[in-house]
Structure formats: structure tokens, C-alpha cells
């Protein structure tokens, strides 16, 4: 049995202490944040083969072989060659001429 003073309010008066505040309760966890996932290692480089004494390792594209002449089908008629045309008729020459032969002395 705990000692009051008369006309005095019991858990009061000196040396008493109030009983401390209740705790605030504890604030609950949210969820748990997904870890991120983990970062893959970049791929290591590859090793650069040294260069070898000819020509670069990249394929040079082979020739385009020429297209063949065409050859006419069945339908295409031979191509006829044309007659040359005429030109004009060449003019007569007449023949030039010659030089005039020294006159020859005749008898005196």
C-alpha cells in the first residue's frame, strides 16, 4: 500500500515522477527496394592479330564479267545494211596540158 498525504492526488507530489511518454510506434517498413540488377562486364576486347605482310584480310569483290551481245530473237528481223548514198557525179576533168615543147631549131 503506497503512502499519500491527505488531500493530496495519488502519483503526484514531490519524488514522483510521471511515467515517461509512450514511444511513438515505430514507423512500419515500406517494401524492401529491389536490388538493381547487376551490371554484366562489358566484353573484353578482342585481341588484334598483328599485321601480316600482304594485303588487308578484306575480300576484294570479283569482276563483273561484261554482258554478252545480245542476239536477236526469232522475232527481230537481221538488221539490212544500207546502201551508201549517192554523191555527186564528179565533173569531167580535162586533162591539162603538158608543157609546149621547145621549138627545135630547124636548118638555116
Known amino acids: 500500500m ?3 498525504a491527505p488531500g493530496s492526488v495519488p502519483g503526484t507530489g514531490p519524488g514522483f ?3 515517461p ?3 511513438p510506434p515505430a514507423p512500419t517498413p515500406g517494401p524492401t527496394p529491389t536490388p538493381p540488377d547487376p551490371v554484366p562486364d562489358p566484353e573484353p576486347p578482342r585481341p588484334t592479330p598483328p599485321p601480316g605482310p600482304g594485303p588487308s584480310p578484306s575480300p576484294t569483290p ?6 554478252p551481245t ?8 537481221d538488221p539490212q545494211p544500207q546502201p551508201p548514198l549517192p554523191g555527186p557525179a564528179p565533173s569531167p576533168v580535162p586533162p591539162s ?3 609546149d615543147p621547145e621549138p627545135q631549131p630547124g636548118p638555116v
Request: proline fraction near 42%; avoid cysteine; hydrophobic fraction near 20%.
Open 2 to 4: 503506497t503512502f499519500t
Open 17 to 19: 515522477t510521471s511515467p
Open 21 to 23: 511518454d509512450p514511444m
Open 62 to 67: 570479283d569482276p563483273v564479267p561484261p554482258s
Open 70 to 77: 545480245p542476239v536477236p530473237g526469232p522475232g527481230v528481223p
Open 97 to 99: 596540158p603538158g608543157p
